[in-house]
């Protein structure tokens, strides 16, 4: 078997699905929500029952804190659980009757975001350099 090397390693790969998959949840639903903060107070679902007020703060924590985080490869499996959880809770309890179809986005960041849950950031992160070598 031939060891990769260069730029076409898992490890690049793993920054990155990091760096598109925040920039996407980021740019999508995070920085929406913190510049509109009002209007999706006003309107935001509860669907755990925590209080719109805290629902949101929650959600923006899960869209900008944490992708954030995962970016920079900073507590990246730990980070992605917020962002797991958020994602979960929207497709199965907020938009229930969506189709695959349309809730595609929201899957495709499930995927993203587990895939680098189970993997870890890889070499090219923050937490590589904090971890010791295997």
Request: hydrophobic share 55%; glycine share 10%.
């Amino acid at each position: 078997m031939r060891k990769l090397i260069g730029p076409f390693t898992p490890d690049a790969g793993l920054l990155f699905a990091r760096i598109a998959g925040a920039a996407l949840l980021l740019w999508v639903h995070g920085l929406p929500k913190l510049l509109h903060w009002q209007e999706e107070l006003a309107h935001i679902d509860d669907p755990l029952g925590m209080g719109r007020g805290l629902t949101l703060a929650c959600a923006l924590f899960a869209e900008i804190v944490c992708p954030l985080l995962v970016a920079v490869g900073l507590f990246t499996r730990l980070a992605t659980l917020p962002v797991l959880f958020l994602l979960l809770v929207s497709m199965l309890l907020v938009h229930p009757e969506w189709s695959i179809a349309e809730g595609q986005f929201g899957w495709l960041l499930l995927i993203v975001f587990g895939t680098i849950a189970l993997s870890g950031a890889g070499r090219y992160s923050i937490d590589s350099t904090l971890t010791p070598a295997r």
